[in-house]
């Protein structure tokens, strides 16, 4: 079945560090450019990251710079979220999302959504 | 930017809705998509490249638009439908905007 599993809920305190995983099943995941869209309860949805299939370019929204890292493990065709420095603002529903096939995938729509993982920062 | 209107629309069962993405600049009509979000679902593509259904989308979902004005419509509303709809640019700088959402309730 073709589908994005996602880890589990996590609560975290503000300044800390939390790593969200997204495996890929029924498909060639190594194909595929991935990204990351959180959604603070309530509200919209904001793009964060994007990661190119061989998992050496990534991109990301310019309010989270330096505090985020999407990266890839292809042997597991795992992607993970790595953000520091947690505020109450971080709190949201994180998806990860499948986006298009190499080469031109980066101006692809967001066709996959996993299932989300709520974080939470709360002291 | 992306403004969608209106911000919540009341329409009953078996009605047409039709809403609206407008950008704050042109976006080309290629990278222009719709999604739709149920309560507690993760979002769900409907229209890529703003008339393009993605699998298994119903007919009775259309997208139309270019340069700055979109629209999604919906022919006839089924119960399923009531839901919230975020419009998508995927193409320019800043890139993967969303829209605001547009909340489509049960009158």
């Known amino acids: 079945q073709v589908q994005l599993v996602q880890s589990g809920s996590e609560v975290k305190k503000p300044g800390a560090s939390v790593k969200v995983s997204c495996k890929a099943t029924?498909?060639?995941?190594?194909?595929?450019?991935m990204h990351w869209v959180r959604q603070v309860p309530g509200q919209g949805l904001e793009w964060i990251a994007i990661?190119?299939?061989?998992?050496?370019?990534?991109e990301y929204v310019q309010k989270l710079q330096g505090r985020v890292t999407m990266t890839r493990d292809t042997s597991t065709s795992t992607v993970f979220v790595d953000l520091r420095s947690l505020t109450f603002e971080d709190t949201a529903v994180y998806y990860c999302?499948?986006?298009?096939?190499?080469?031109?995938?980066?101006?692809?729509?967001?066709?996959?959504w996993g299932q989300g993982t709520l974080v939470t920062v709360s002291s | 930017v992306l403004t969608q209107s209106p911000g919540t629309l009341s329409l009953s069962p078996g009605d047409r809705a039709t809403l609206s993405c407008r950008a704050s600049?042109?976006?080309?009509?290629?990278?222009l998509a719709w999604y739709q979000q149920r309560p507690g679902q993760a979002p769900r593509l409907l229209i890529y490249a703003t008339s393009t259904r993605a699998a298994g989308v119903p007919d009775r979902f259309s997208g139309s638009g270019s340069g700055t004005d979109f629209t999604l419509a919906i022919s006839r509303l089924e119960p399923e439908d009531f839901a919230v709809y975020y419009c998508?640019?995927?193409?320019?700088?800043?890139?993967?905007?969303f829209g605001q959402g547009t909340r489509l309730e049960i009158k």
């Open positions: 600049q042109i976006v080309s009509a290629a990278y």
């Open positions: 990661i190119n299939p061989r998992g050496d370019r990534t």
């Open positions: 999302v499948r986006g298009g096939p190499s080469p031109y995938g980066d101006y692809s729509q967001f066709d996959l």
């Open positions: 998508q640019q995927y193409g320019r700088s800043p890139r993967y905007t």
């Open positions: 029924g498909y060639n995941s190594s194909d595929y450019y």
